[in-house]
């Protein structure tokens, strides 16, 4: 007889696109993952009763609630996802931590530096994650990998952008990610933060910076494009850009990392595969491998589907829940999570500061 397994009683706030996309891997994730807790979608809050009705009924949420605060004091309710609008996630983060609850947040964690400290400041002593969900793409799980075991060695340039053309799209520029006071910035903290995350995480610390910010459409408030110089603590130069007026992309969520050992290049736009350079190759058959990255013996291989069948956007926010999930079944300390997100807040706050004086700033 399987033994019973611990009830998690998820809540999420919040019924937009990231809604759909986190409701998915709760629905999924046990069927990919062996998670040691039976999850319940137990409310699913937001203000707009209607789509919410019809989210909730998409997903399998058994119950519908418009006060996050009454989510939020539901002794019940033991993890609560904060998928709204960037203004909202310090109030709700912080309460659902002060309730002593497991807190899941979008990215990027904060309007502001300050503010993303005194959040994970509050989430210290409570189990918490950063939806940074492009680490988990098998890919660029690989990409780290081979970091990490030194196929690379000494890096010189880590390049990355993020492109998109929704700011030129006139019915799209009216929802909040356009606002400063619901976003707190523009292509910065919805795109670049992306790309700091990768960074950092497969190239380390950040610790100077140049920036430059720019605005096409004169009566918007936040930033259309953003893009910096950077010098990295392992001795590396980086070029890191985003932009919303990227015509020509549709999500090119792109890295290139140029070293001693070789070059490896990731696109999202063609998810499942990863280029990799070695340099120690003869001179005479020197070229980037296009390594389709589906197993066997990779990362993710064992979870989804048999090697040479590709997977979707989607199946990373289920890794990042699986292996949430399991550092939580083994009390183990979960990547990305409030500290790390504080770290990208960091470099974004340079950013804006380097922008705004025209001039180099130290981390
Ligand atoms: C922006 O359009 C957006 O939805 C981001 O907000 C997400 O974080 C990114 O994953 C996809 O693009």
Known sequence: MSERKQTLNVAMIGSGFMGDAHSYAFCQVSRFFKVPFDLHR?????????????????????????????????PDIHVVDVAVPNALHAPIAIAVAQAGKIVLCEKPLAMSLEEAERMAEAARGVPNLVWFNYRRVPAVAF????????RLGRTFHYRAVYLNPSGTNSTKTKAWRYRRADAGSGASGDLLSHSIDLAIHLNGPITELVAMSHTFEPERDVDDATAFLARFANGSIGTLEASRFGVGHRNRNAFEINADGGMLRFNLEDMNRLEYYNAKDEPNVQGARNILVTGPNQPYAENFWKPGHPIGYEHTFIATLG?????????????????????????????ERSAASRTWVAL
């Open 42 to 74: 137990k409310v699913i809050c937001a203000r707009d009763r209607v789509r919410l009705e019809a989210t909730a009924t998409r997903w399998g949420w058994e119950e519908v609630e418009t006060d996050w605060r009454a989510v939020v004091s539901r």
């Open 143 to 150: 990409a780290k990998q081979l970091v990490d075991e030194g």
């Open 323 to 351: 292996d949430f999930l399991g550092a939580l079944s083994r009390q183990e300390a979960f990547h990305p999570n409030f500290d790390d997100a504080v770290a990208v807040q960091r470099v974004l706050d340079a950013a």
